[in-house]
């Protein structure tokens, strides 16, 4: 059963979700500390620039989409000025956020 996004998550759901993600993360971090660099093992993942490059390229696409999706909905009116202001600054708040090294 999909989300109705439109809805948004239950909290049961919301916290499953986050359940999932922060089990993942710890495997990858264990798997990473038993067989060393996960990258040189497995092709398909790629170093943080890259993936802050993607992230990037994803909320510039995004934002403007949840922007329209809100200014349809008379009840969200702040939240989408919130976010079009947002949107401006988001590149430049990513790439300081999303400069970090490597994880040792």
Known sequence: ESADFAEGLTIERARAALYAAARLHALTLALREREGPLDARFDFLFPCERAA????????????????????????????????????????????????????
């Open 53 to 104: 490059a993607g992230y990037l390229r994803l909320v510039r696409r995004g934002l403007p989409q949840l922007e329209v999706f809100l200014r349809g909905r008379p009840d969200c009116v702040e939240e989408a000025a919130a976010v079009s202001a947002l949107s401006a600054r988001a590149p430049s708040l990513l790439s300081t956020l999303l400069r970090p090294a490597e994880p040792a």
